[in-house]
């Protein structure tokens, strides 16, 4: 009969050959020969190990991991340990990352009664992630992919694995494994499609649609509306106030879009593809493959000819100049520090080769105003957790990629309550990897992205702070003090780009104070620049 310890190296080694580089492991006690097999695998050189001892953290951080393209797993033990995993799975296999969660699991026999810390781990996060149920006579063959041959290539997979006693090693184990290649994408659907010239058409660039947007909307000379996240965000055709103008007289105009990605921070843009006038071309993407409303025609490829009438894309370009211009000197004119200021600090302050994480909610979209058009080819990467666009986990995600990827800087952009939801990210033992790594955190002392919403009208005001604005009063200096982080307050555009302009090394905070009493007039006013076009 199959040892647990033999089991568990058995687990480890599949994970190793099938490419895995980096291991989370979430200490428990059912999940001690994952453990141990970990550790000598790490030992032997074959993965970097990482200890959290937060679930949720440490999924986030895998998740952060293999973002950057270095597989990864994370490791924990049973009961709501397993549940804790569950938010990084849902934004993995909505975003199409292919992390690896090996829980560890009671004997199968005891499944259905009141033993300790045993509950139904077999497909606890749904249908959409592929579980194995993992014991000593059921395990894949060594030549299969892991998870087995139905499990679906470049998806995330849940390898459910049942641990009898004894738990402990009784000698170390010397691996001599073939490590395998790593990152596993999906497979690039074929298929060439010629979109022709003719109507009024905008490319779209939701979150991780990479540069075929981008050389779309330039061989054809079509204006690019690409999110910050979007790998697009680059080149000579990408607008930055596209959002103000699709309200106005240009975007009435759009007789078709083409869509890249997963488009995600703007009503503007939903409206759009909404619209029954307007034609929608759209590249299946995500776990559903599918947007919100129904395409019109559907590619994998796109091809065009390139076009030497420029007339849409000047008036574009045109208006986009002029609204920017006077968005700067809006935002110039305040008083006080505003969340725009601080995105578009922090994307100023991003060189050629850097890293960049951003927050859900209202981070993302102020820097959807900010962020300038990089030069093509100067490697900046903009990374967000729009697979379900959660605010969870952000500051383990990026701790995750900044450690994998080799930047010339890297930088968070969040707001105070995302950076709240995932403080445990800070707690980071003494003798675990720590990446150079910026954290701005635009602080208003609550959730003013509701300010801008429907429940932020005048006639919600009297609910509106316990209900959805939730002040915390939350002193951030003495959070981070708890865990030694580095810290520095800042609240003027001046010392913000200095505070960026001098990193410390290490990870570090840098809070950023700015207001909410006047988000909404503030927005109200922004989305009135383009009127006057």
């Known amino acids: 009969m199959t040892t647990s310890t033999e089991l568990a190296r058995a687990v480890v080694g599949h994970l190793v050959e099938n490419g895995v580089r980096e291991i989370v492991l979430a200490p428990g006690s059912r999940n001690a020969p994952l453990a141990f097999a970990a550790f000598d695998a790490a030992e032997a050189g074959l993965v970097r190990l990482h200890t959290r001892i937060d ?35 849902l934004e993995a296999v909505h975003a199409g990352v292919p992390l690896i969660a090996v829980t560890a699991d009671r004997p199968a026999r005891l499944r259905g009664t009141n033993a300790n810390q045993t509950t139904d781990q077999v497909g606890i996060f749904g249908p959409l992630v592929h579980t ?13 992919r892991l998870g087995g041959p139905q499990a679906p290539v470049g998806a995330p997979v849940h390898l459910n694995v049942c641990l009898d006693d004894p738990l402990t090693p009784a000698e170390r184990w010397r691996p001599e494994l073939e490590v395998g290649a790593t990152w596993a994408s999906l497979a690039e659907p074929l298929g060439l499609t010629k979109i022709p010239h003719g109507p009024r058409t905008v490319v779209v ?39 103000l103008l699709l309200d106005g007289e240009l975007g009435a105009q759009v ?23 307007v034609e929608v071309w759209a590249r299946p993407s995500g776990v ?42 809006l935002l110039a004119a305040e008083p006080r520090l505003t969340p725009y200021d601080v995105a578009g600090a922090v994307a100023g302050a991003l060189p050629p080769g850097g890293l960049l994480v951003v927050g859900s909610s209202s981070p993302i979209r102020d820097l959807d105003l900010m962020v300038p058009r990089y030069e093509v080819g100067a490697r900046r990467k903009v990374i967000a957790n729009r697979g379900l666009s959660g605010i969870d986990g952000v500051v383990s995600t ?10 010339a800087r890297s930088l968070a952009l969040l707001g105070d309550v995302t950076f709240l939801h995932d403080a445990n990210g800070l707690v980071i033992g003494p003798d675990e990897p720590r990446p150079d790594l910026t954290l701005v ?12 919403l429907e429940q932020g009208a005048e006639e919600y005001a009297d609910r509106f702070d316990r209900l959805f604005g939730t002040p915390h009063g939350v002193d951030l200096a003495s959070l981070c003090a708890a865990t030694r982080t580095p810290h520095l307050r800042v609240t003027s555009r001046v010392e913000l780009e200095h505070a960026l302009a001098s990193p410390n090394g290490g990870i570090e905070v840098v809070e950023a104070v700015v207001g909410r009493e006047d988000r909404r007039a503030l927005d109200a006013r922004i989305r009135a620049l383009a009127d006057a076009l």
């Open 55 to 89: 679930e949720r953290s440490a999924g986030f951080l895998a998740l952060g991991l293999t973002k950057q393209r270095s597989s990864a797993a994370v490791i924990c033990t049973s009961g709501t340990a397993v549940a804790n995993l569950h938010p990084a799975m």
């Open 132 to 144: 194995v149920d993992v014991t000593g006579g059921t395990y894949p063959d060594p030549e299969t």
């Open 205 to 243: 660039a939701g979150d991780d649609s990479g540069r075929r947007a981008r050389q779309l909307a330039e061989r054809a000379g079509w204006p690019l509306f690409a999110e910050p996240s979007s790998g697009s965000r680059t080149g000579t055709h990408a607008l930055r106030c596209y959002r």
């Open 255 to 277: 007789e078709r879009a083409v869509v890249f990605g997963h488009p995600t921070l703007s009503r503007p843009v939903s409206r759009l593809l909404a619209r029954t006038d």
């Open 288 to 329: 559903w493959g599918a947007l919100p409303v129904a395409a019109d025609q559907e590619f994998a490829h796109l091809d065009v000819d390139e076009s030497a009438d420029t007339a849409w894309l000047d008036a574009w370009l045109s208006a986009d100049r002029h609204v920017g211009r006077r968005l700067d000197a």
């Open 398 to 407: 990026a701790v995750g990629a900044a450690l994998v990827r080799d930047s």
């Open 441 to 452: 955190v635009a602080n208003d002392d609550g959730g003013s992205i509701f300010a801008t």
